[in-house]
């Protein structure tokens, strides 16, 4: 006899099935028929955050750090909507997450009901995917088919809306068969015929580079692609979202490309004959803002799972739809066959290990004194972290310091926002990165500015007993916003400046935290290490220059390969 369920418990259920472990959200009235039945729930963690924009960046870390799916979920109306700004930055950096949304009963819908929100309307541009559940007996398909949209092909955030009365009614109805979807089949399997194309330019090339983005590291195929990469000789640089998809100490590592990318990655990009780009979508971050300009002369290579990112933004010569790890595997068996034409690798793979290094020596930190820089800071804290630890950022100069002066070793071991700059990601994606890795250290690199927006997460980080160390790069301003005012605009600082409020020392420890300011250079590790071993969540105000900035940049119009700022490097 088919067993009778209601909403909530078919929902629990699923999510079970589902493997899933940890749930971050925020109860409201529309909420309690599902926050009650979790209320003696065992196997799930329900994590409290403050704000429903936390749980939605803490389930993106989460599914960032793990690989698996993060899990959020808010009530109606404003509840919803708080979530949107987390879900459209899953989205566009291509995180799996799975948003549970209440919503009004379904015969109150459309009345303007207390606490009402199209969430449906407002989701649907900005999701993967969204469904509003009308009939409890679709529960059980729907949160299945979520769950498979959001883990596969391109991966992304998915909404399920659940009307309260859906979640108090009782069904016979629970799915077991395979989820599909009329129109929906993702097609991870390259062509073998365009692979077999692809192989034999890669082997006749003289000055090969990769282009990897998150694709890859979403993929698992970073070993695949450090194969590729040794086998051919070739440079691999990444995009913000491929950082760590090879180690950043191994000699054919030249660094993140792009607008505030590495010099020595931006000029290989426009120096070799072969381009291939896996896993990425050459956003206007990576490429810079004069698209004829990038690798003019190369022939480029584009793979990647959504086929709409091919010949969007740059024309290609080869493009390729196709899951990372499969591409690349295959691509080395193909590329195996052609030995006997494959080019000696030897001289451009030394090339590319001298431009390592000439970046390397370029980069190298000099203390002024005992003052704070932010590149001394990140390179004390790459020496105090172990190398498994993981490091997730806010946006702003603090992500592109820690994009060049944090040496990644690994994939998902640095966490940031992409796509949509979403300042106050950072910590809440650092609290779910610890919850998903909690034998790891996890540490947030932050701006003032940015953390600010969230500081009120320091309270789930306590209750919840998720000891994250937050290291916030203070120096009293928006300052990505300011360095554009002062290097476009005339230094006039049109509210960027935030001054010393609050006490960040003391915010931490209202709420319980720990909390330390730093000044001096001498006093960065025991600093970090005070932190760590507090055994709580804690909160490191280091004090920088107010005008610090974060060069080279390609400036507005410019070429990825012309930046400003690069008057420190000896090599360029």
């Known amino acids: 006899m088919i067993e009778e369920l209601k909403g909530t418990e078919i929902i629990i259920k699923c999510l079970k099935e589902e493997n899933v472990k940890n749930i971050f959200g925020f109860p409201g009235g529309q909420l309690i028929p599902l926050y009650d039945r979790l209320y003696d729930e065992t196997d799930i963690r329900s994590i409290l955050v403050r704000h429903e924009q936390g749980a939605a960046h803490a389930a993106d870390g989460y599914a960032r750090a793990s690989g698996d799916p993060g899990v959020c979920m808010a009530t109606s109306g404003p509840g919803a909507t708080n979530l949107v700004t987390g879900l459209l ?4 950096d291509s995180i799996p997450v799975v948003a549970f949304t209440a919503q009004v009963p379904t015969k109150a819908i459309g009345t303007d009901a207390f606490q009402e929100a199209d969430t449906f309307g407002i989701t649907m541009p900005i999701t993967k995917h969204n469904f509003l559940v009308k009939s409890t007996d679709m529960l059980s398909w729907t949160i299945k088919g979520a769950f498979k949209i959001a883990n596969t092909g391109r991966k992304g955030a998915v909404v399920i809306d659940l009307p309260n009365d859906v979640q108090q009614k009782t069904s016979k109805e629970y799915y077991r068969g395979e989820i599909k ?10 062509n073998p015929l365009q692979l077999k194309r692809i192989a034999q330019k890669l082997v006749e090339a003289e000055r090969p580079l990769i282009l990897a983005g998150g694709g890859v590291i979403q ?17 691999v640089a990444t995009t913000l979202m491929g950082k760590g998809v090879i180690p950043e100490n191994h000699p054919l590592s030249l660094g993140m490309v792009g607008m505030h990318g590495r010099l020595c990655a931006n000029k290989m990009i426009n120096n070799c004959d072969v381009l291939l780009a896996i896993g990425c979508r050459f956003s206007d971050r990576a490429t810079g803002w004069s698209l004829e300009s990038f690798a003019p002369d190369a022939i480029k290579i584009h793979c990647d799972i959504d086929s709409s990112e091919l010949n969007k933004n740059i024309l290609v010569d080869f493009p390729l739809v196709g899951d990372a790890k499969l591409v690349i595997r295959d691509l080395i068996k193909f590329i195996k066959k052609y030995e006997d034409v494959k080019k000696d690798t030897n001289i451009w793979g030394k090339r590319v290990n001298q431009l390592h290094n000439m970046c ?5 930190v000099k203390c002024k004194g005992d003052s704070l820089t932010p590149e001394v800071i990140i390179k004390e804290i790459n020496k105090f972290l172990d190398d498994n630890a993981i490091v997730t950022t806010e946006v702003g100069q603090n992500q592109m310091f820690a994009a060049h002066y944090y040496v990644t070793k690994k994939p998902r071991q640095f966490i940031s926002s992409g796509g949509l700059g979403t300042m106050g990601f950072g910590f809440p994606a650092a609290i779910g990165a610890k919850v998903a890795k909690p034998e790891k250290q996890v540490l947030d690199i932050a701006g003032d500015g940015s953390f600010i927006m969230v500081c009120q997460e320091l309270a789930t980080a306590m209750t919840e007993n998720i000891p ?10 928006l300052g990505m916003v300011r360095q554009w005012q002062e290097l476009f605009w005339d230094k006039r600082y049109s509210k960027t400046k935030l001054g010393t409020i609050p006490d960040f020392v003391k915010l931490a420890e209202s709420f319980g935290a720990y909390g330390e300011r730093v000044e001096k250079v001498s006093d960065i590790k025991n600093s970090l290490k005070n932190a760590f071993d507090s055994g709580v969540v ?16 390609v400036p507005p119009g410019g070429k990825i390969d012309e930046m400003i700022g690069v008057e420190r490097c000896r090599h360029k």
């Open 89 to 92: 930055n899953a989205t566009m």
């Open 181 to 190: 979807f009329t129109g929906y089949n993702p097609n991870i399997v390259p």
């Open 219 to 235: 993929a698992n195929a970073s070993d695949d692609l450090r194969t590729l990469a040794e086998y051919l000789g070739a440079g």
């Open 360 to 364: 390397e020596e370029c980069e190298v």
């Open 468 to 477: 994250v160390v937050v290291a916030i790069l203070n120096n009293s301003y």
């Open 538 to 553: 804690s909160v490191l105000d280091f004090k920088i220059e107010s005008e610090t900035n974060i060069l080279p940049m």
